[in-house]
């Protein structure tokens, strides 16, 4: 699968124009390469909204009983005015990412806390891309 490189906004996994980090997660110490990063678009009502969703989806991520082996880490940005988040997740592979879709629940387990997640008031799932991580489209620039 070929993939697109990032868009210009994205300077880093940590900097995004446009957005502030709210909140950051990974496998802690794994040193796994990067071979796929997914940016996920989710639009909110208002700032509170979007950081009360993403403190849900680290509740749901701690409590999932089988999270997938390809996801390395995930980073997440709200937007300045307070209405979008942006998770910048990165994964081993695309094939792992569309793995982890594959039963239709997202990228977590059938549980009430992923549940919580996808049904979260003032939230509407905007989608996702998959894209080159940043890593390889420098080293094609350089």
């Given at each position: 699968?070929?993939?697109?490189?990032?868009?210009?906004?994205?300077?880093?996994?940590?900097?995004?124009?446009?957005?502030?980090?709210?909140?950051?997660?990974?496998?802690?110490?794994?040193?796994?390469?990067?071979?796929?990063?997914?940016?996920?678009?989710?639009?909110?009502?208002?700032?509170?909204?979007?950081?009360?969703?993403?403190?849900?989806?680290?509740?749901?991520?701690a409590?999932?009983p089988?999270?997938?082996?390809?996801?390395?880490?995930?980073?997440?940005?709200?937007?300045?005015?307070?209405?979008?988040?942006?998770?910048?997740?990165?994964?081993?592979?695309?094939?792992?990412?569309?793995?982890?879709?594959?039963?239709?629940?997202?990228?977590?387990?059938?549980?009430?806390?992923?549940?919580?997640?996808?049904?979260f008031?003032?939230?509407?799932?905007?989608?996702?891309?998959?894209?080159?991580?940043?890593?390889?489209?420098?080293?094609?620039?350089?």
């Amino acid at each position: 699968m070929t993939l697109p490189a990032l868009p210009p906004f994205v300077r880093g996994r940590t900097d995004l124009d446009g957005f502030t980090l709210y909140r950051t997660g990974g496998m802690a110490g794994r040193a796994e390469a990067v071979g796929c990063v997914v940016l996920v678009t989710i639009d909110t009502d208002d700032e509170a909204t979007a950081k009360a969703w993403v403190d849900s989806v680290f509740v749901a991520l701690a409590s999932d009983p089988k999270s997938h082996p390809g996801g390395i880490s995930a980073a997440f940005h709200v937007r300045n005015d307070g209405r979008q988040v942006v998770n910048y997740a990165e994964w081993r592979s695309a094939d792992d990412h569309v793995d982890a879709l594959s039963d239709g629940n997202g990228v977590g387990s059938a549980t009430a806390d992923w549940r919580r997640v996808q049904s979260f008031p003032g939230v509407r799932q905007g989608g996702f891309v998959r894209y080159r991580p940043l890593a390889q489209v420098q080293a094609e620039v350089e």
